[in-house]
């Protein structure tokens, strides 16, 4: 089981590869791109980007140096035609580098990557929204070796994809990217906080009204008070616990720390950490995170060992009781929490 791990600086790759990851990815949006389209499009984020052909070529060779692999992510949801082009010649540059492989998400311009670049790998991405084996088979027929699953999908599709399609990689999340929608049907993008940030960050004023023009009664409308502040409070648990961190600088936010040992059985081949826009002491510390849970597994640790090892690392017992920080919450109700 291999730890993936974001990356936007090239500086981030030796310490990270140092940490314990051994995959990298990375989006790049070069001046040739910005110049010819007026858009930041490139990949899913418009921000946490390589700008540079010359950075992407040491982020690969320092990454070749510590054995590790590098991954670029070509994941918009929506090209016109002259941009499958344009994405088309990064990718070949990106081959031309030596780089290893291409994250994905329009099907159709995977296919054809596959078809024109054969010695990279293609990962579907996490965008494409393939839930199941029938979409795993069909990305493998069309040139994918790996499917990064969507958030939220269950240890046990997870295992039963990789049991019925053997011949693809499985990728999961792991750690920090908590997502409130599908993404694959989100067409919104993600801005730059000084820009508005997401969307789905925004907050909304509710007022509730019956439909046929009654009064709300007080013991419904404190019905629905408690669902906002009930909804609120997860909010805040799917966006890193207001993306704070422990006194060392251990992330808090959506976590799969525990269902590692379940994933490691299901035959899944990698385990993400997200956030390419995050800061590198972030990344570091998620790095090592996965690592010392990794590592427990592979000595042979039973699962309840490792749980509790997982949720004492920040501690975050108060947090995980919840389950709303959870990628795999089904592991808390398995053990009746």
């Known amino acids: 089981m291999r730890i993936v791990a974001p990356v936007s600086r090239v500086a981030e790759i030796e ?4 940490a314990g990851a051994s995959e990298f990815y990375c989006g790049l949006v070069p001046p040739d791109w910005l110049g010819r389209f007026h858009a930041i499009n490139a990949n899913r984020r418009p921000s946490g980007n390589l700008t540079r052909y010359e950075d992407l070529a040491r982020a690969i060779d320092i990454a070749h140096a510590h054995e590790a692999t590098v991954s670029l992510v070509l994941n918009a949801q929506h090209y016109s035609a002259a941009q499958i082009g344009a994405a088309e010649d990064i990718a070949g540059r990106f081959a031309a580098l030596g780089g290893d492989a291409l994250i994905v998400s329009d099907l159709g311009l995977l296919h054809a990557l596959a078809l024109r670049f054969p010695a990279l790998r293609m990962h579907v991405s996490s965008v494409a929204t393939c839930r199941n084996a029938g979409a795993a088979r069909l990305c493998r027929e069309l040139g994918a070796q790996r499917l990064i699953l969507p958030r939220d999908v269950t240890l046990a599709e997870a295992a039963s994809i990789a049991a019925e399609v053997p011949d693809i990689e499985i990728e999961a999340f792991v750690l920090n990217d908590g997502c409130i929608f599908e993404e694959g049907a989100c067409h919104t993008i993600h801005l730059p906080g000084q820009l508005g940030g997401p969307i789905c960050l925004d907050r909304f004023e509710y007022r509730y009204r019956r439909r046929d023009g009654g ?3 007080p013991r419904l409308a404190a019905r629905l008070q408690q669902n906002d502040a009930e909804y609120e409070r997860w909010l805040w648990y799917r966006f890193s616990c207001g993306f704070s961190t422990t006194p060392e600088g251990l992330p808090y936010g959506p976590c799969g720390l525990c269902a590692v040992p379940v994933l490691r059985r299901g035959q899944v081949a990698a385990i993400k950490i997200a956030g390419r826009e995050a800061p590198t002491a972030r990344k570091l510390a998620s790095v090592r995170m996965v690592r010392s849970v990794l590592e427990r597994v592979r000595a042979g640790e039973d699962d309840a060992a490792v749980r509790a090892f997982a949720i004492g690392l ?12 959870c990628y795999y919450p089904e592991v808390l109700r398995a053990e009746g929490r």
């Open 15 to 18: 310490p990270l590869a140092q």
């Open 215 to 217: 009064a709300v009664s």
């Open 314 to 325: 920040r501690p975050s017992e108060s947090h995980c009781a919840t389950g709303y920080m």
